[in-house]
T-cell receptor, first 113, second 114 residues
Framework: NAGVMQNPRHLVRRRGQEARLRCSPM?????VYWYRQLPEEGLKFMVY????????ESGMPKERFSAEFPKEGPSILRIQQVVRGDSAAYFC???????????FGQGTRLTVV | AQTVTQSQPEMSVQEAETVTLSCTYD???????LFWYKQPPSRQMILVIR????KQQNATENRFSVNFQKAAKSFSLKISDSQLGDAAMYFC???????????WGAGTKLIIKP
């Protein structure tokens, strides 16, 4: 059983472009969480999704950011019109039933130039 | 490939007592970083403590300290004078660089008994 897979590992985008970050949860896991980590800080919660539903997006910026977890395929975190301040490591976690038992991916490092 | 193992799915401790959470890892590298993160029900991931592998001195942050045994590839977290607010999931993580491309343990649920 492969772990939580995030791709790409590194992503470079120019200001104004779109960034798409993918997260394939572990087999059997229907809960997905996205976190963002800025340098020297802990991980900040962004969004919690279950299959086809957004459960809690209280940590997501209101503009330019969106997330989905379709019935088939990976969860996608989409950032439109990226700015330098979006540069960070983005982590995805999945679990079968909530935070307890969540496994984390290795993260995607987004650099906006 | 690097791996991180937390062998205790759940630990409980009496308030004001001391508890130690275990973490072992596997790597062939000599320079790396180790972290303990706390995840309360709010879902935020709070960095508790950080250790650079080249430093022999164990990191300490108030009531939190680590026992870093590089040769044994062990990185345990000791919480002294446990408080109710310490109840959370604790994750051990490993990184090869300061960009925090992290490899995570499975977590330990810490229960504090009043």
């Amino acid at each position: 059983n492969a772990g939580v897979m995030q791709n790409p590992r590194h992503l470079v985008r120019r200001r104004g472009q779109e960034a798409r970050l993918r997260c394939s949860p572990m087999k059997g896991h229907s809960h997905v969480y996205w976190y963002r980590q800025l340098p020297e800080e802990g991980l900040k919660f962004m969004v919690y999704l279950q299959k086809e539903n957004i459960i809690d997006e209280s940590g997501m910026p209101k503009e330019r950011f969106s997330a989905e977890f379709p019935k088939e395929g990976p969860s996608i975190l989409r950032i439109q019109q990226v700015v330098r301040g979006d540069s960070a490591a983005y982590f995805c976690a999945s679990s079968p039933r909530g935070l307890e038992g969540a496994f984390f991916g290795q993260g995607t490092r987004l650099t906006v130039v | 490939a690097q791996t991180v193992t937390q062998s205790q799915p759940e630990m409980s401790v009496q308030e004001a007592e001391t508890v130690t959470l275990s973490c072992t890892y596997d790597t062939s590298e000599s320079d790396y970083y180790l972290f303990w993160y706390k995840q309360p029900p709010s879902r935020q991931m709070i960095l508790v403590i950080r250790q650079e592998a080249y430093k022999q001195q164990n990191a300490t942050e108030n009531r939190f300290s680590v026992n870093f045994q590089k040769a044994a590839k062990s990185f345990s977290l000791k919480i002294s004078d446990s408080q109710l607010g310490d109840a959370a999931m604790y994750f051990c993580a490993f990184s090869m660089d300061s960009n925090y491309q992290l490899i995570w343990g499975a977590g330990t649920k810490l229960i504090i008994k009043p």
